[in-house]
């Protein structure tokens, strides 16, 4: 493309004008905020039975919490430099046009748009739904009705003028609902009471450990999205390095307390083969009632998760419609709200139709097969372009460079394709149905003349 263009400098040419471009108004703290929502969501409450289920001892469960860490480290680096190098509100969206040209970035947004993001949504708006539902009973029709009211309530909020504290105190639920597992384990330390069972399962070698970390990973995902922010932080160069390193850091000690919470209470076999980790370990520390707390801290995971991918996905909406006259409508920011108000109305339209959709077929299962191979396909296009711009556009300047190059990178994009492989044996047949979405994006580009 050759640019030429000092960091951050090229806008989409909509976006010329100051009317429709956002402010560095957004403080690393905030990003730490969103971060932390967006990886932290209701898994963390089921994901280290899987874990232990395919570690073969508890030594090899905290490895692999370390390593999927680590990894996600490593990929959260590459995205450091490609942040601070060209800070766009669409984020990868915009990675991907400089690297790989404007309809494969286009067709990312698509992505984002019509499966990943509204996919996210929809299904985290039914985990909200079955926990609810088990606090207030509204019947079978019940998780469904409390996911749409839940996914309109949340982008209903996010029309209105932005508010750090609101999603700063989202975010101190959810974490208070990890240290009440913590103090759980805590309190049958103090009683003397032992881990329910500590036997160790049948081990599965290489193979399963590969199939552990598989589910650490999935735990891990979503710092990502924090591109999306990376023309709205203050600190333009080192805001969102400080950022992704401290949320990323913070998520990898809480996921290791709580792994040694759930290990302490049900011990190695116990935790493997149980169906909700977290409520047996309320259960067995403070009695059946605590389930309704622990359905509750559920809920508050997926409400702090949604309200951050509502943030991080109107973004990328916003920057794909700057670009193309037809849309322009929806790729306008908002300086009231501090937001792409039109770009979050149209994502929140089809969440709810996707909500339809997951009550339709099975909701929660229906949508990970929806969503899950997708994601994969464009965050492995995101690590190789680390290597494509610096092939391509070395003039640009970099005020960071991802260490251990091209080592760190590497891994990042082999961690991701093997999540793509393990993605698609798992949804298998499902895989097809998001991938149909996407290809229909080739003529959603066709359609709208933006196939240049």
Known sequence: MGHRARPGARLMASEAGAAHTPVRSLTTRYIIVVILGMVIGAGIFKSPALVAANAGSEQMVYLLWIIGGLISLAGALCYCELAAAFAHPGGDFHFLERAWGRRFAFLFAWARFAVINTGAIALLGFVIGDYLNRVIDLGPHGPAIYAFASVFLLTAIKLLPAG???DSALVIVLI???VTLVAAAAKLVLDGTPPLDPGTPVATGLGGLGYGLV????????WTEAATLSAEVKDGERGMLRALIISITLITALYLLTAWAMLRGLGLAGLAGSEAPAADLMSRAFGPGAGVVLALAVVAAAVTSVNATIIAGARTTYAASANIPALNWIGRW???TRSPRNAVLAQGAVSLLLVGLGAA????ATLVDYTAPVYWIFLIASGLAVFRLRATQPEVTRPFRVPLYPLLPAL?????????????LYVQGGVLFGLGVL???VLVIWSLGSNR
């Open 164 to 166: 750090e504290a609101s």
């Open 176 to 178: 208070a609902g990890l």
């Open 215 to 222: 589910f650490v990973l999935l735990a891990y995902g979503g």
């Open 334 to 336: 908002n300086f009231r």
């Open 361 to 364: 077929y099975d909701g929660f």
């Open 412 to 424: 990042f994009v082999l961690s991701s394709s093997a999540m793509l492989v393990s993605a698609v």
């Open 439 to 441: 290809l229909a994006g």
